[in-house]
Every structure is written in C-alpha cells, then in structure tokens.
C-alpha cells in the first residue's frame, strides 16, 4: 500500500504515542510497572482509582505499543513493553524540570522542605556500600521489593519506619530510595530519620534507573 504522506504519517503515530502519555494517572502507570509487572487490580490499588479507570488507561498505552499483557493463571499482567518507555518518561520529566515554572514551584514548596541536600550518585553509593560505610535501605511496599531491589538493600517501608527505625545503626549513614527521584516515600523518609539525628541522605533516583543503568539487581521472588 502506497502513502501519499509518509512524512505525515509517521508524525500522526508520534503524536498518537505522545498523546497516549499525556495523562498523570497514565505517568504514574509507567511508574509504577517501571518496578515490575503488575495485574490491574493491583495498579488500581496502588494508584487508588476504580478498576475500570485504569484498565482504560491501560489499554490506551497498550494501544501506543508502551505497555504488554502477558496472562498469569487467571490474571492478566501488565509490563513496558521495554526499557525505551521508561526513557521517554524521564524525557518529559527533564523536559518539564527545566522549563516548567511551576515545576519549580512544587519543587520547592513540598521536596525542598524535606530534603534540599544533594542526593547521592550511583558511582558514590557503590562505592560506600563496598567500603561498608552506610546501609541502603528500600523505603517502597515489600511487595515491590520482592519483584526487584539493588543488592544489599534492606526492605523498610515507609509505613513501617517509625516501628523500625531501631534496626537502623545511628553511628552509619542512611542513604534511602524508592520508585524513582520525585517518589514521595523516600522524600518522607529522610525527613522522618533526620528529625531522629540520624544522617541520611537520599539516591539520585530511583530503582528503575539503577536497572536502566545496567547495574546488579536482586529478586526475593
């Protein structure tokens, strides 16, 4: 079949895939599988919004070839399709960092007031970690954990924090991570240890970058 405009063509195809992104709950989808596949029940658990609402949202992704389906038994699990998606997504957000006032804005409203320090580079985390100098520990839900964590990675959620704290050495550095470099949980943590004296700093991102970055990981499943 011949195209007139394959020019136009391929850009109404780009769109299709921007405009299949251009939705929060959608964005917090690909973060979400960013840690790992999930059936829908669950993604609507987490994300707090009606199973048909996301299976929509869903399906609009899959539509856009960002998302697959693989079936589980009697459950249906949802994916990225690959690692391309995860990159687009931190496109928009490098896009929106830097030219977004109101970005900025929620930046410094919210995320500075509990953590304004430098976060901690993947080169110095591995580093400290091999030289034994700080505990690492993984702030998201245990069942995200198990799906896939960064070696030597102590699994202590955010709502367990406060019974927990007393597992936490206060004479090593805390360094905290989560879903990602804007993921609220790890945010939350370093306040909350800080307020006890503890030193604690955040890594620069989160778990699906360190995969993305090709560095080792570890499943408990």
Request: charged share 30%; net charge negative.
């Amino acid at each position: 079949m011949s195209i007139q405009k394959p020019k136009q063509a391929l850009y109404e195809q780009f769109a299709a895939v921007a405009k299949a992104l251009g939705n929060p709950q959608r964005l917090e989808l690909i973060e979400h599988l960013a840690q790992g596949p999930r059936s829908v029940e669950i993604l609507a658990r987490k994300l707090g919004l009606p199973i048909a609402n996301v299976s929509q949202h869903l399906q609009n992704l899959r539509r856009a070839g960002l998302v697959a389906a693989e079936r589980d038994g009697k459950f249906v699990r949802y994916r990225l399709a690959d690692e391309s998606v995860l990159s687009a997504f931190t496109a928009i957000r490098a896009v929106a960092e830097q030219q977004l006032a109101e970005v900025e804005r929620i930046v410094r409203g919210y995320f500075d007031e509990r953590d304004s320090m430098e976060p901690v580079s993947r080169e110095e985390l591995i580093d400290r970690m091999r030289d034994g100098l700080v505990t690492l520990i993984d702030v998201r839900p245990a069942d995200e954990f198990v799906l896939g964590h960064v070696p030597g990675a102590v699994n202590v959620p955010l709502g367990e924090l406060e019974e927990r704290i007393g597992e936490l050495d206060p004479a090593r550095e805390v360094v905290a991570y989560c879903r990602g470099p804007w993921c609220i949980l790890s945010f939350e943590a370093v306040a909350a240890l800080r307020g006890r004296g503890y030193r604690v700093r955040r890594l620069e991102d989160g778990l699906p970058e360190w995969k993305a970055a090709g560095l080792p990981m570890e499943s408990s499943t």
